[in-house]
């Protein structure tokens, strides 16, 4: 169904209007609606029989306040000939407003409280022919929000008001996010966003001369005025919560959900480039201190790349660069001109800069350039010029590709070593660099095999340097070859690999640290890629690593934090040594049995490098997952020897920067090599206690030599509106952009905190975070069952409870293996922001309820709608396909179809002695069209994903398999942690808390 959600339309009921009394507008009639009946949705339990009751008549306080009300209507009519307004018309399938409040189990009206859609969710309710309850009076509409009442913006989920632990919640309220179900309520448009071009009111001051924007001075006092309600019962008798109550960025709302906010101006970079947690900086540090999530931004500099876009290039010139002489910010868009074009106004610093002769142009009448339609840099906000020689401290290195491989034999018991020869061969043509590509290749176990490849030789010539203490190079010179002109020696090694030890190799000894030595010596003169395929624990030489280092019973001790970083000092030593000769240094880790992972990526880490972990390597079922990540580490994109730099306007600094680095200075990042894969966080905080003037500047450079061996810079610029209120940057604020930086911020932190230290902190920011927004309201709406949020951080407590429940964060050692989660911390920190919701929150897809995989698209799947990530969401009658970025799983119910299974996975599945799980999902049966259309959309799925290949396979309800499944549901409990209702209440406590 297109709604994302299993079961029957759920029609809203019980409707109530209510309105407030502005000077001039007379109270709208109310009209009455009979309360009706509808069906409980499919795929969630169904809960107790509830009965509205005390919904009547109202309170005495409400009775006296609504006589307060009529009075100063009526001195306003008497005073005012204004003609009277008629409640704005609603729109078709739109539901009235309704409040209500939980008390002692029950729903009953709130004078002046938030607006929602009331529904019931249980049997029990009057028909629908019965006469509904009598309605309150209704108040005039609010000039400027939308019909009923209802301001786009913040949201509200009641909460108990009871001591101690909270009772579960109400169903009722809130009526269920788009996607969640078919009705009025998914009919709905998604609302609108923080005001920018484009996008209705805004909350913040308006944009700078010659900028198109919408503007509304009012915005942010509508952000308080107006707020959605999500009613959460209490009581000894509460019932159980109805979880189509919560938000859940799925099925329609999953776009909404990840969507980033408008951009403030048209001449900003792509927010898949530099994405704000916040599109606007706080004015002050007073402001700044009073907002407690991350603020800084998401940079992705490769990520044209990715997304299939063209850079504009600007050619190198006789004018050279042209920048700021103060602050070195590179000609952006948002430069001004005086004195008739012949100085030029820094965005960044403010500086008057000349203009160089042949970068002159006239001015037009508004101010701007006449050229400016033929040079980029004055209209896109990401550009590439070509560097002049006084960027460079050496001529531009060529790609290089230097492989170590582990030759022991537990490297060829598991096939480790023909998986990667064979891959290496295959892309031996899709190398980056054309002619000037290098390659390079050294083998160990217990001595180190080095090889030389020089194109005069027709085999490969070993060398074996058995002293591993102190290694050294046998033939310096010919150890790295251009690889057009080896080629034939080159394939010739590739196919003599796989079989050259595996009848000699006896030891599983393994001299990983004296090889990482070597290759240095080899590539210590140009730099380039250092690929490491390990297949065992370190043990000989420098880097050896000791297996006790995995001691579960440091878990929740203060030693904890030391199970995460490297106890021997060769590692980090090893990495600053790597980048300063430019070296990056990609692990493939397929050992069977502890490695420590934790010593070995502080390399990768340190050197913007990457790690790939194959717990149990075995090529049969791995192989492919090693070879299509291999292939796509060698092919991919390639930015050599960079420099990555961030400036931001004067009054603001970069305080922090999260991912794979080394960090020269405090706003100068060395990045040996980098890719359409990496991902940085950066936080930005106040220098001074004020920022200067409306808006705000950040800008990226990334200096670095291409493939093709030229010196490029890549700018990313952004403007950013300064905002003075507390509530604008609520309004302004990116939900996903927040949740991938907390993700970041939550894994660095695990390195020097306990895991349940970790996740506090992470909750504690959001807590602080609501309670803060709570504030803004008056005191009639903060009632003690009122959980207020603004509607920009609608999905961010699901998404922080996935983080806390992901592999990085989630339990203790004795879930985790030590390994397993070290890898899963690495390419948390440089993963982009899709990714890592997908991590937090995994999309279902449902295959078997109607012709989902017949509808293809330029020879693609098209993807379905997905569901919540909660096992009442799914059917056992049903086939449900479940991605996380790292997997794909088919989930097969006991009840499934056996004869669309037998499409899928052959007529074995019909076998109740074969586990479907041992059953390939792939390549597509020619013989079944099901079976190509699940393939495809497999395939489909796949291209989305940055750098990690998700294998697919199945697993029926009920084996054992599936409890490795289950924890991917994050709205359920498993392994002892809370499930979504659970989480949201300890979330309240922490809001209500003192």
Request: hydrophobic share 35%.
């Amino acid at each position: 169904m297109p709604n994302g959600l299993p079961g029957a339309p759920r029609p809203a009921i019980g409707h109530h209007s209510t309105s407030q009394l502005q000077p001039g507008l007379p109270a709208a009639s109310t009209a009455q609606r009979p309360l009706q009946q509808h069906p409980h949705p499919q795929g969630f339990p169904q809960q107790q029989n509830q009965v509205l009751q005390q919904y009547q008549q109202p309170g005495p306080m409400q009775q006296q306040q609504h006589l307060h009300l009529h009075q100063m209507h009526q001195q306003q009519q008497q005073h005012q000939a204004a003609p009277q307004a008629a409640q704005p018309p609603q729109r078709p399938g739109m539901a009235a407003p309704f409040s209500q409040a939980a008390v002692n189990g029950v729903l009953q009206p709130l004078q002046g409280g938030p607006s929602a859609h009331m529904r019931p969710t249980a049997p029990g309710f009057m028909p629908a022919s019965a006469p509904g309850p009598p309605m309150m009076p209704p108040r005039p509409p609010v000039p400027g929000l939308m019909p009923g009442g209802v301001a786009p913006g913040p949201g509200t989920v009641q909460a108990s008001a009871l001591p101690g632990p909270l009772a579960p919640m109400q169903p009722g309220g809130l009526p269920p996010p788009p996607g969640a179900f078919s009705g009025p309520a998914a009919a709905l448009p998604p609302l609108p966003g923080a005001g920018f071009p484009g996008t209705g009111p805004v909350g913040m001051p308006g944009p700078p001369p010659g900028v198109t924007a919408g503007y509304d001075a009012y915005a942010g006092q509508k952000l308080v005025e107006q707020f959605e309600a999500l009613t959460v019962s209490s009581g000894p008798s509460a019932m159980p919560t109805d979880a189509y109550a919560y938000p859940h960025p799925a099925g329609l709302e999953r776009a909404v959900a990840r969507s980033p906010q408008q951009p403030y101006h048209p001449g900003n970079c792509s927010s898949d480039n530099m994405r704000p947690t916040v599109m606007g900086v706080p004015a002050s540090t007073a402001l700044r201190m009073r907002w407690h999530l991350p603020l800084g931004v998401v940079v992705r500099p490769m990520a044209d790349e990715a997304c299939g876009r063209t850079v504009p290039i600007i050619p190198l010139g006789s004018q050279g660069i042209v920048r700021c002489r103060r602050c070195r910010t590179y000609m952006n868009p948002f430069c001004s001109w005086v004195d008739g074009g012949r100085r030029f106004k820094c965005n960044v610093c403010g500086m008057m800069n000349e203009v160089p002769v042949e970068y002159f142009s006239t001015l037009d009448g508004s101010g701007g350039r006449r050229d400016v339609l033929e040079r980029p840099e004055l209209s896109c906000g990401t550009v590439e010029w070509v560097a002049p020689q006084e960027y460079m401290v050496r001529p531009p290195m060529p790609p290089v590709y230097f492989f170590c491989i582990d030759v022991s034999q537990a490297a060829y018991a598991c096939g480790l070593v023909e998986v990667v020869c064979n891959t290496i061969k295959a892309c031996l043509d899709k190398l980056p660099g054309d002619e000037r590509t290098l390659v390079g290749f050294l083998t160990y176990d217990s001595s180190l095999h080095f090889y030389n490849i020089k194109p005069t030789l027709s085999a490969p010539q070993v060398l074996v340097v058995g002293e591993v203490a102190d290694p050294f190079l046998p033939l310096p010179d010919d150890l790295l070859v251009n690889l057009k002109d080896s080629r034939p020696v080159i394939e010739a090694l590739l196919e003599a690999l796989p079989h050259s030890y595996s009848n000699t190799a006896t030891s599983n000894d393994c001299a990983m640290g004296p090889a990482l030595q070597a290759a240095f010596l080899v590539l210590g003169h140009v730099g380039g890629k250092l690929l490491l395929f390990q297949a065992g624990l370190p043990s000989l030489g420098p880097g050896t690593l000791k297996p006790s280092r995995d001691n579960l019973n440091l878990y929740n001790t203060d030693k904890e934090p030391t199970l995460r970083v490297p106890e021997d000092p060769f590692f980090k030593s090893f990495a600053g040594e790597a980048s300063s000769r430019q070296i990056t240094l990609d692990i493939f880790l397929g050992t069977n049995g502890y490695a420590d992972l934790a010593s070995l990526s502080h390399i990768s880490k340190y050197t913007c490098g990457q790690v790939y972990h194959y717990p149990g390597f075995h090529a049969p079922r791995d192989g492919m997952k090693l070879s299509a990540e291999l292939q796509r580490n060698l092919t991919r994109p390639t930015a050599w020897e960079a420099v990555m730099r961030i400036r931001c306007s004067r009054g603001l600094k970069i305080s922090s920067f999260h991912g794979h680095f080394f960090n020269r200075s405090t706003d100068l990042l060395a990045l040996p090599t980098c890719d359409p894969d990496k991902v940085f966080g950066v936080q930005i905080s106040h220098e001074e206690t004020l920022v200067s003037g409306p808006v705000a500047y950040v800008q990226c450079a990334l200096l670095y030599t291409n493939s093709n061996g030229e010196r490029r810079i890549r700018v990313h610029t952004m403007m950013l509106p300064v905002l003075s209120e507390l509530s604008e940057l609520y309004r302004a604020c990116d939900g996903a952009a927040i949740a991938c930086l907390l993700a970041k911020l939550g894994v660095e932190k695990s390195h020097t905190a306990k895991l349940d230290d970790s996740r506090q902190a992470l909750l504690g920011k959001l807590s602080l975070s609501l309670k803060e927004y709570r504030l803004l309201h008056s005191a009639h709406v903060r009632t003690p069952g009122a959980l207020i949020y603004p509607s920009t951080l609608k999905y961010l407590p699901v998404y922080l409870l996935g983080l806390i429940k992901a592999t990085p964060l989630k339990s203790t050692g004795r879930d985790v293996p030590a390994d397993v989660r070290s890898a899963a911390a690495h390419a948390l920190m440089s993963a982009t922001v899709d990714d890592t919701l997908l991590l937090a929150y995994p999309d279902v897809y449902q295959l078997t309820n109607r012709d989902v995989l017949c509808s293809t698209k330029d020879n693609q799947a098209v993807v379905p709608d997905t569901l919540p990530a909660s096992l009442h969401a799914m059917q056992p009658q049903h086939v449900y396909l479940i991605d996380n970025g790292q997997m794909l799983v088919l989930w097969i119910g006991h009840g499934a179809s056996v004869q669309w299974l037998s499409q899928v996975l052959g007529p074995d599945v019909m076998n109740p002695a074969i586990d479907p799980s041992t059953l390939p999902l792939e390549p597509p049966r020619d013989s079944s069209n099901v079976s190509q259309q699940l393939c495809s959309l497999i395939s489909t799925l796949r291209s989305r994903h940055c750098s990690c290949y998700a294998p697919a396979f199945a697993v029926r309800q009920g084996t054992p398999l599936e409890a490795h499944v289950l924890p991917l549901l994050v709205e359920d409990s498993s392994y002892g942690q809370l499930n979504y209702v659970e989480f949201m209440q300890q979330l309240h406590r922490g809001v209500m808390s003192k």
